[in-house]
């Protein structure tokens, strides 16, 4: 299995701060048709997932556009530019180019 | 705008069958484009793909699970299902069903839709 391993596992962040998440991966995610298939996943307290970003660096509908990803290969990198109070929660990474699906322990990003 | 939503038992008692199901609606679980997925999170914890079932029945399972779970599909009533049996307290958590959305064959792509989750506790 793709063990995939994020740093920090707690971020405290000053509001209007940036925020950076890592995510490494124990074997490179880009699938054989050149494709990345990395997702950055934000659960806010008693809710569900929701999803950030795909393919790497692809936000998906209605993501705020101060979420951003990047990376390659094996290092991976889920950036907020100004930190808001609604984006407390915790930030996990997934891959999706080889079975198992698997996912990172998590980030807990809370306000200073 | 598509929903999803588990149903099903909250207690199950250890060496029984738990049973979950998910009703998909605003979206048809015939799509070529998704696969449908269960998650689960134990309490305090992070996330563990038990599972995808296409349309036609097609599944992939967790490895570290297989060999007690089983995802079924009815189109007929735009649901799918998860069995997971011989349960242990280990498998108390929240149960998430899930949309992929396929970005290349088989099942690679991105998790875009989930449910609100149904805690599932395992105890006699």
């Known amino acids: 299995d793709i063990v995939m391993t994020q740093t920090p596992l707690s971020s405290p962040v000053t509001l209007g701060q940036p925020a950076s998440i890592s995510c490494r991966s124990s074997?490179?995610?880009?699938?054989?048709?050149?494709?990345?298939?990395l997702s950055w996943l934000q659960q806010r307290p008693g809710q569900p997932p929701r999803l950030l970003i795909y393919k790497l660096s692809n936000r998906f509908s209605g993501v705020p556009d101060r979420f951003s990803g990047s990376g390659a290969g094996t290092d991976f990198t889920l950036i907020i530019s100004r930190v808001e109070a609604e984006d407390v929660g915790v930030y996990y990474c997934t891959q999706a180019t080889q079975f198992p699906y698997t996912f990172g322990q998590g980030t807990k990003l809370e306000i200073k | 705008q598509m929903q999803l939503q588990e149903s099903g038992p909250g207690l199950v008692k250890p060496l029984e069958t738990l049973s979950l199901t998910c009703t998909v609606s605003?979206?048809?679980?015939?799509?070529?484009?998704?696969?449908w997925v269960w998650i689960r999170q134990p309490p305090g914890k992070g996330l563990e793909w038990i599972g995808s079932i296409y349309y036609s029945g097609r599944t992939y399972y967790n490895p570290s699970l297989k060999s007690r779970v089983t995802i079924s599909v009815d189109t007929s009533k735009n649901q799918f299902s998860l069995k997971l049996s011989s349960v242990t307290v280990a498998d108390t958590a929240v149960y998430y069903c899930a949309k992929l959305t396929i970005s290349a064959p088989p099942a690679r792509g991105y998790f875009d839709s989930w449910g609100q989750g149904t805690l599932v506790t395992v105890s006699s």
């Open positions: 074997q490179s995610l880009v699938h054989s048709d050149g494709n990345t298939y």
């Open positions: 605003g979206d048809s679980i015939s799509s070529s484009s998704h696969y």
